[in-house]
C-alpha cells in the first residue's frame, strides 16, 4: 500500500541551526501539507502546497519557515533558524483531493 | 471560523466496556468532512474514518462505530468491547470541502486508556 514517508524520524539540532525535513509524498498525489504537534497538545496545521506554490498557510509558518518541492517527489520542510519551541512533531500530509495520508513523522528536539 | 471540540481529555476504561468519544464541530460551510484518527503511543496518526456533511448514516467497522448528527454538530466515536490495544489519544478533524481533504482543523484529542 502506498504510504508517506518521512525522513529523519527523529532529529536533535542546537538552537540557531537550520533542520531540514524530508518527505516523499505517495506519488500520484497532488496536494502536500505540513501539520505540527507540539509535545501533549493538538496537531496543528503548518501550510499547504498545490502545482509547486504555497496555497495557504497558517500563522505559526511565520519567515523562519519555508517548504520546496525540489525534485518531483520530495517535499522538504526547513526551519532557518530553530528555536527551543520549535521542538514538536512534525506530520508530512498528501492528498489526491478527498482525504489526507499522514507520514509517521519526525520528532525535532531543540537543545 | 472553523473549530472541533473534544471536551474529553482523558477516559479509562477497563477491557471490555464500551466507551463513547464526543467531538462538535463548527464550520460555516455547508460542505465538509469529518475525520476521526488515531495515535497510538508510538506516535503516527491512523486514519480511522472520513465521513462528508451529506451523508448522515451511521457507520459501523468492526468494533467501531460513528455517530453522525448535523443537528447538533456532532461526530462521536464508540468502541465497543475495548481493548488494550485500543489506548491511544484519539482525534477528530474536520475539513472544508475547498482544501482537498488536506487542511485539517484538529480537536484537542481524547487520550483513552483501556487497563486489562
Known amino acids: 500500500e502506498p504510504e508517506v514517508t518521512q525522513t529523519p524520524s527523529h532529529q536533535v539540532t542546537q538552537m540557531g541551526q537550520e533542520v531540514i525535513l524530508r518527505c516523499v509524498p505517495i506519488?500520484?498525489?497532488?496536494?502536500f501539507y505540513w501539520y505540527r504537534q507540539i509535545l501533549g497538545q493538538k496537531v496543528e496545521f503548518l501550510v499547504s502546497?498545490?502545482?509547486?506554490?504555497?496555497?495557504?498557510k497558517s500563522e505559526i509558518f511565520d519567515d523562519q519557515f519555508s517548504v520546496e518541492r525540489p525534485d518531483g517527489s520530495n517535499f522538504t520542510l526547513k526551519i532557518r533558524s530553530t528555536k527551543l519551541e520549535d521542538s514538536a512533531m512534525y506530520f508530512c500530509?498528501?492528498?489526491?483531493?478527498?482525504?489526507?495520508?499522514f507520514g509517521q513523522g519526525t520528532r525535532l528536539t531543540v537543545v | 471560523a472553523q473549530k472541533v471540540t473534544q471536551a474529553q481529555t482523558e477516559i479509562s476504561v477497563v477491557e471490555k466496556e464500551d466507551v463513547t468519544l464526543d467531538c462538535v464541530y463548527e464550520?460555516?460551510?455547508?460542505?465538509?468532512?469529518l475525520f476521526w484518527y488515531k495515535q497510538p503511543p508510538s506516535g503516527e496518526l491512523v486514519f480511522l474514518i472520513r465521513?462528508?456533511?451529506?451523508?448522515?448514516q451511521n457507520e459501523i467497522s468492526g468494533r467501531y462505530s460513528w455517530n453522525f448528527q448535523k443537528s447538533t454538530s456532532s461526530f462521536n466515536f464508540t468502541i465497543t468491547a475495548s481493548q488494550v490495544v485500543d489506548s491511544a489519544v484519539y482525534f477528530c478533524?474536520?475539513?472544508?470541502?475547498?482544501?482537498?481533504?488536506?487542511?485539517?482543523?484538529f480537536g484537542q484529542g481524547t487520550e483513552l486508556s483501556v487497563k486489562p
Open positions: 506519488s500520484n498525489h497532488l496536494y
Open positions: 500530509a498528501s492528498s489526491q483531493g478527498t482525504e489526507a495520508f
Open positions: 478533524a474536520l475539513s472544508e470541502a475547498h482544501n482537498q481533504g488536506g487542511k485539517l482543523i
Open positions: 464550520t460555516r460551510d455547508t460542505t465538509y468532512y
Open positions: 465521513r462528508n456533511s451529506f451523508d448522515e
Open positions: 502546497f498545490y502545482n509547486n506554490e504555497i496555497s495557504e
